[in-house]
């Protein structure tokens, strides 16, 4: 499973960007996906998790302000973030949990990352 995440770039404070997050490959299964992120000198940390069936669940830190959706249909799963605060600023990275055809296990995928800066 190939994830390729676009969307990132610099922003405001108080501003707003979207991430999107394609999957792609001989999938037969996506289970939770999911969006970390990795700022500098910090370990990897998740931000948002949607399952299958659309429940969600956020970090406290981005409660509030951002929204992760999925479409299961396209394979694809979004980040909108808004009201953007400079400690938002980090690399982040899309997730996937899904099982290729050719393969009877689920396994965890990840993207390449895209930057997001929030900086005025």
């Known amino acids: 499973v190939q994830l390729q995440a676009s969307g990132g770039g610099l922003v405001q404070p108080g501003g707003s960007l979207r991430l999107s997050c394609a999957a792609s490959?001989?999938?037969?299964?996506?289970?939770?996906m999911r969006w970390y992120r990795q700022a500098p000198g910090k370990q990897r940390e998740l931000v948002a998790t949607?399952?299958?069936?659309?429940?969600?669940n956020y970090a406290d830190s981005v409660k509030g302000r951002f929204t992760i959706s999925r479409d299961n249909a396209k394979n694809t799963v979004s980040l909108e973030m808004n009201s953007l605060k400079p400690e938002d600023t980090a690399v982040y990275y899309c997730n996937a949990d899904a099982r290729l055809l050719s393969d009877t296990l689920l396994r965890k995928y990840w993207g390449q990352g895209t930057q997001v800066t929030v900086s005025s």
């Open positions: 490959g001989s999938i037969f299964s996506i289970n939770d």
């Open positions: 949607v399952t299958s069936g659309g429940s969600t």
